[in-house]
């Protein structure tokens, strides 16, 4: 990381932050302390010995503040824009002689995560940029990120969406590895926006985008910044870093989401079960990672393809948001181990150990984020959840049908998935009762 030169946008006006003051963004407390000085240190405890910060609005308040935000050892510069250049137009101001990788935060976004991950990530890639994305609660207002399954970026979809577009909900979150030759493909006469203008029509350059469950939020409204606030005396912002073991809870689809109709195909096929969105959203609410794990042997079927189960799980993930709740991360198996069907995959069609009852797809989501298993839980409907949990050292609620179980199984059973959240988060610690 010691290659790496830090970039902090911090330019914006805060037009949007009316009733606050005059305050710059970057400088409104977050848990008592400066958000640029929460992102200096980051930067610095992350290795990067350079930082540049890119002003414009308050700049002279923030160059008066920054000796006593800089953390020791830490070089810190500030480069203020000739006139309002946008979030991208900036860094073709201050970044233009520079010969280095940046790491590049928005000045009005609280996070914690790793940034080293992101690094590693961007250079395992031939990546001349790379964006951090994340799902939210409200995707269809959203700019959304469309990814190939190597997180490449196929697509920016820009709001409003036309309709029957079915993408993932995945909208960038204020975090950026750029590489020197995207900036030199940025104009310095007017402004630019990074993502609407620079990373969009840089596609063809090679643009990923680097998903992670981590807290990242934009404050940059007085409801938002109320809400990162809250977060953060919560103790939900420094809890969701990726080395911390997290409160997760691992939701099957059919039967459990949404009705059980057979082998689902084709998006038209999913409807959720009433009261399935309020349970995601009240796991949301309560900082709880929601991870789907799915056996979906259509693919090994030859029933639909990789892009066609995407476009269902756009489906499932579009159903959600409409009542604001969002899945964090989705592992799938695509295998199943008996041959014979028409139109099968050959290559699909075999034993592996992420098909239920086998944990790999708890590894699998466990690979992204560490969980803590005092604090995390299954929800399914079949024998073949119940078997997981038991083999990862999980309980397991079971909602629904129970499929498979024997009536004198001690596993407690809910009538669906609502009422089996609303019982584990009742038993969770802190939980009031």
């Given at each position: 990381?010691?290659d790496l030169?830090g ?5 914006g006006?805060?037009t949007r ?9 970057a400088?409104l407390p ?10 200096l240190?980051a930067?610095?405890d ?13 700049a ?11 953390p ?6 500030l480069s203020r824009?000739?006139f ?9 101001h201050a970044?233009?002689?520079v010969d280095?990788t ?8 609280v996070m914690?995560?790793d940034?080293g991950a992101?690094?590693?990530?961007h250079?395992s890639r ?6 951090v994305v ?6 269809y207002?959203?700019?959304?990120v469309q990814l ?6 196929l697509?920016l979809h820009?709001?409003p969406?036309p309709d029957?577009l ?6 960038t979150?204020?975090a950026?590895?750029?590489e ?5 493909t940025?104009?310095t006469d007017?402004?630019q926006?990074?993502?609407?203008d620079i990373?969009?029509?840089a596609l063809d350059l090679g643009?990923?985008?680097?998903t992670?469950s981590?807290y990242?939020k934009?404050?940059g409204?007085?409801r ?18 990726r080395?911390?073991p ?8 059919d039967g ?7 082998l689902?195909y ?6 959720l079960?009433p009261g399935?969105a309020p349970a995601?959203?009240l ?10 794990t799915?056996?979906q042997?259509?693919l090994a079927r030859g029933l639909?393809?990789a ?8 489906q499932?993930e579009?159903?959600l948001?409409?009542?604001g709740?969002?899945l964090?991360?989705?592992?799938a198996?695509?295998?199943h ?9 050959p ?6 150990t992420c098909r239920?009852?086998g944990v790999g ?8 984020q560490?969980f803590?298993?005092q ?6 409907d079949t024998w ?6 038991r083999?990862?050292?999980?309980p ?6 129970a ?5 004198d199984?001690?596993a407690?059973?809910?009538?669906d ?5 609303r019982?584990?988060?009742?038993t969770?610690p802190?939980?009031?009762?």
């Amino acid at each position: 990381m010691k290659d790496l030169l830090g970039v902090i946008v911090a330019g914006g006006a805060g037009t949007r932050m009316a009733g606050l003051g005059d305050t710059p963004k970057a400088l409104l407390p977050i848990g008592g302390r400066p958000l640029l000085q929460r992102q200096l240190e980051a930067m610095a405890d992350a290795g990067i010995p350079e930082v540049l910060i890119a002003t414009g609005h308050g700049a002279q308040r923030l160059e008066a503040e920054l000796p006593t935000l800089t953390p020791p050892g830490l070089g810190v510069r500030l480069s203020r824009d000739p006139f309002p250049a946008g979030s991208g137009g900036c860094l073709a101001h201050a970044c233009a002689e520079v010969d280095r990788t940046l790491l590049v935060l928005f000045g009005d976004v609280v996070m914690h995560m790793d940034l080293g991950a992101l690094v590693a990530f961007h250079r395992s890639r031939p990546a001349q940029a790379t964006a951090v994305v994340h799902p939210n609660d409200h995707p269809y207002d959203s700019d959304l990120v469309q990814l190939d399954p190597r997180g490449r970026v196929l697509a920016l979809h820009r709001k409003p969406h036309p309709d029957g577009l079915r993408v993932r909900n995945l909208v960038t979150a204020g975090a950026f590895v750029l590489e020197p030759g995207i900036i030199a493909t940025i104009p310095t006469d007017r402004p630019q926006d990074l993502v609407h203008d620079i990373l969009h029509g840089a596609l063809d350059l090679g643009v990923y985008g680097y998903t992670t469950s981590e807290y990242l939020k934009d404050m940059g409204t007085p409801r938002r910044y109320a809400q990162v606030e809250q977060d953060w005396q919560s103790g939900r912002v420094q809890g969701s870093h990726r080395s911390q073991p997290r409160a997760t809870a691992f939701l099957d689809r059919d039967g459990t989401l949404n009705e059980h109709v057979g082998l689902v195909y084709a998006p038209a096929q999913l409807r959720l079960i009433p009261g399935a969105a309020p349970a995601v959203r009240l796991l949301n609410q309560a900082g709880v990672r929601v991870v789907l794990t799915t056996n979906q042997p259509v693919l090994a079927r030859g029933l639909c393809d990789a892009t066609e189960l995407e476009g269902i799980h756009a489906q499932l993930e579009r159903l959600l948001a409409a009542e604001g709740a969002y899945l964090d991360e989705i592992q799938a198996c695509p295998h199943h181990p008996d041959g014979g069907f028409e139109g099968e995959v050959p290559s699909l069609k075999i034993p592996c150990t992420c098909r239920k009852p086998g944990v790999g797809l708890i590894h699998a989501a466990e690979a992204t984020q560490a969980f803590d298993p005092q604090d995390s839980a299954v929800f399914g409907d079949t024998w073949r959840d119940l078997e997981m949990a038991r083999t990862a050292g999980l309980p397991c609620h079971v909602v629904g049908a129970a499929q498979g179980i024997d009536p004198d199984d001690p596993a407690p059973r809910h009538r669906d998935l609502l009422h089996g959240v609303r019982a584990w988060l009742a038993t969770r610690p802190g939980a009031q009762t």
